[in-house]
């Protein structure tokens, strides 16, 4: 449970959240991080990263109590049954949407069912300084005390839930018995009015909400490798979806470390073209078909109105610069950030990114206008002019360098315009673009290649490795690319996991969306028994609930970095995709196992 100074292990974290935002729940009934009302805004609860003034909510016995925690079937709504020598009690917590969908303002609810004797429990809501800024205070209204914070208002409903409004926070005491329901919700807005419905209303869209999820679980269609598995992967995925743009948040989360020494924290709140771009692949994986559209108009939407820029905010407006806040960080393992670096760089990457799934967007049957067919033409072009540029590469490191993967993607960026071009769906450039990607083949075969190694490096010039290069699909599913996969597992392997690149071991934990592409790679090159091996072995590393972390401890498997994290459970579909793909290609009927 939780160390001495309240910080929680990052792998007993649920996350719930309703198309806007997300809020992270431990299994002693903590809510930790809550941005109200959207992913990206100051976080009213932020006690993950600021234990003393970051804020949260509370919801648990008075007495010593043991817990289970699961998700309901098919949704992304947590249970939590509490146990006290005198009885128990199920607290249900729904980031609730409404009859048409998403709600026009936040609504958490927390429904408190007895189950048998009885049960005190202790409620509080009490926000924090949003990381650095403003602290909150408690105002009356003609309705009763609300709360403000920042920019957002709160308010408080129950129903027999004893409300007692003190300076900064709201608290109260639940009382419970066999078979009966109560119940404490927090409303909340940012720059507009706050809606105050009453607290049975709050109580019936938790039953709507969880059919609302049961429904997508539903509707999605996929029985390959690991369903429930890959299920959870993508419910994880829904989480990050900004419902009112349609773009991806790469994270829910700002600033968990990926280094227990410090200095390698990011805010991941934000909307990358690569993250979404490989999103929608995962999501078309197990059927969804709503959301992908939506994704692929936001993408498009984003390279309109910016051009091939790294991340925007999830409005869609880019967001340049980062700042350190005060807050101390997760375990006291700063800094906590807000915005992020990688703003302004140049990552090539994103080239292939894009039109890999506007390719695969296409060969499912879709069409894409002429607008955007003349602005993928004029895109591929600038990959053209671009890919012999230095770039920051996948990594968005510091250094720019010729990184392989960044070629390859290029590489990949071009087949896919000749396809396109090919299908009549953008404008015939074809003769230019045929000519530069066997200019970048031959760069990559001659300069990026290693053959005393047996391997493609991490860049140019280098013995060093990457286990990006294990995203080269299309471009080598031969004895190189196999001989490469041998090479990185030796090199930066560590059992199942894998580090990213040379010396990262020194650095950080393990990147887990690696591994997944380590077994994607090991199916293309027919190696395919080892990649379901390795699969299995990786899920084993979840949470108890499923989800899964951006990096884990190599020594102790602890999850490090942001969470939930959206790059590891899309990779986590696609390596099984990839499994079944295999399996089809040699003739098997169903699943891998």
Known sequence: MRDADGYLPLREYGAIGDGRTVALVGPDGRIDWWPVPDLDCPPAFAAMVDERNGGRLELAPDAP???????????NVLETVFRTAEGSVRVTDSL?????GRLPWTELARRIDGLSGTVRLRWRVAPGLQLDGSGPWVADSPSGPILRSGQATLGVRGIEHGAVAGDREITGVVVTRAGHRQLVAVVATAGEPLNLPPATD?????DLSIDSWTRWTDSCDYDGRQAEV??????????????????????????????LAGGKNWDYRYAWVRDAA??????GVVGVKEEVHAAVSWLLNTLRAHGPHVFTRLSGEVKDGHRETRSPGWRGIGPVIVGNRAAQQLQLGMFGDVFDVLRVYVDEGHVLDPATGSMLADLADLCCDQWRSRDAGIWELQEERHYTSS??????ALGCAIHLADLGQIPDRRQRWRLEQQDIAEFIHTRCWNPDLGAYTWYQ???GLDASVLLAKDFDDGPRMSSTIDVIRERLGTGPLLHRYTGADAEEGAFVACS????????????VSEAAALFDEIVELASPLGLLSEMIATDDGQFLGNLPQGLTHLALILAADALDRAARDAGGAGPTG
């Not at 997944?516 to 190696?527: E, I, Q």
């Open 407 to 412: 070629k390859i993607q290029c590489w990949q």
């Open 96 to 100: 609730n949407s409404g009859v048409a």
């Open 516 to 527: 997944f592409w380590m077994v994607s790679a090991l199916a293309r090159v027919g190696r």
């Open 278 to 283: 490989h999103t929608i692949r995962a999501l």
């Open 461 to 463: 010039g280098t013995d």
């Open 202 to 206: 709050i109580d019936r869209r938790v």
């Open 230 to 259: 890959v299920l959870r992967s993508a419910l994880a995925l829904k989480l990050l979806i900004y419902s009112p743009t349609g773009a991806i948040a790469a994270a829910a989360t700002t600033s968990l470390p990926e280094s």
């Open 65 to 75: 109590f043991t817990t289970e925690q699961r998700y309901l079937p098919g949704t």
